[in-house]
């Protein structure tokens, strides 16, 4: 009986030193998860403004901060709701792009940085065309044209 107690004993004592180990080891941290990462806005006319919001969520454990917002041209500005989100609360950023002296395919990238210890530095994209103020009218007919059937 004795050595059956001496085991339970051991066992137990095993199992306390296991288990307060996996939890030192457990670390509170912020996770940023973004959806989408791309926005395609398509085909817009030169001079244009277009809007898109990405959201952001915070999946971890711990305080996500947003540090720092931008865009990869003067052409795009970039701005998050809140800069500080808690354990499962998310955010809207709008991202607005201005067509103004742009035309044809416009790919830029928009970058947020987070205290995420695994993923500082998100990059999302923003893609579509644009085209030329003179051109659209010939575009648009274009269009119609090779929209339109014969019944």
Do not use: H
Not at 25 to 42: N, R, T
Not at 90 to 101: L, R
């Amino acid at each position: 009986m004795k050595t059956f107690r001496i085991k339970i004993l051991i066992l137990a004592q095993f199992v306390f030193v296991f288990t307060s180990l996996n939890f030192a080891q457990i670390k509170l941290e912020p996770k940023a998860v973004v959806k989408p990462m791309a926005y395609d806005f398509g085909d817009i006319i030169q001079d244009s403004v277009v809007t898109t919001i990405f959201v952001i969520t915070n999946a971890g454990s711990d305080l996500l901060k947003i540090t720092k917002v931008w865009a990869s041209c003067g052409c795009t500005a970039v701005m998050p709701a809140k800069n500080e989100l808690k354990p499962g609360e998310s955010t809207d950023i709008k991202v607005t792009f201005n067509s103004k002296g742009k035309s044809e395919k416009q790919n830029k990238i928009i970058s947020i940085e987070t205290n995420d210890p695994k993923n500082s530095t998100i990059k999302l994209s923003l893609t579509g065309n644009v085209i030329k103020k003179e051109s659209s009218s010939n575009e648009i007919e274009k269009s119609k044209i090779e929209n339109f059937k014969i019944n």
